[in-house]
């Protein structure tokens, strides 16, 4: 154990320079500003993870025309297209269920 005469000041606590003050409060301030941004994040995963996926809506039936199979489905907005295995792609309007338009896939 050191002698009293060994330590700076007789053994009495060296002041704080002013500049170890400052430095003392930055990492103060930025331990806290970390942690509240940890407790943000959290908080925005848990909301986000805690609501129902937005998918896409179809409509409840489809009808396609005599003699055709559907093989894919997508979704636009405003309308949906069904792929056909005789290699049409029917595009419907989504608020009526309408044919819009009909394009034909060339080989």
């Known amino acids: 154990m050191p002698d009293k005469e060994d330590t700076p000041n007789g053994g009495e606590a060296a002041p704080a320079l002013p500049e170890l003050r400052f430095l003392k409060a930055l990492v103060t301030a930025l331990a806290g500003v970390m942690i509240v941004g940890l407790l943000a994040i959290l908080a925005i995963l848990v909301i986000r993870f805690s609501q129902e996926p937005a998918g896409p809506v179809l409509p409840a039936?489809?009808?396609?025309?005599?003699?055709?199979?559907?093989?894919?489905?997508?979704?636009?907005?405003g309308w949906y297209a069904v792929v056909t295995d005789q290699d049409e792609i029917l595009i419907f309007d989504a608020a009526s269920g309408t044919l819009r338009q009909t394009v034909q896939i060339e080989n």
């Open 61 to 77: 039936e489809i009808t396609l025309p005599a003699g055709t199979t559907g093989r894919a489905v997508t979704v636009g907005p």
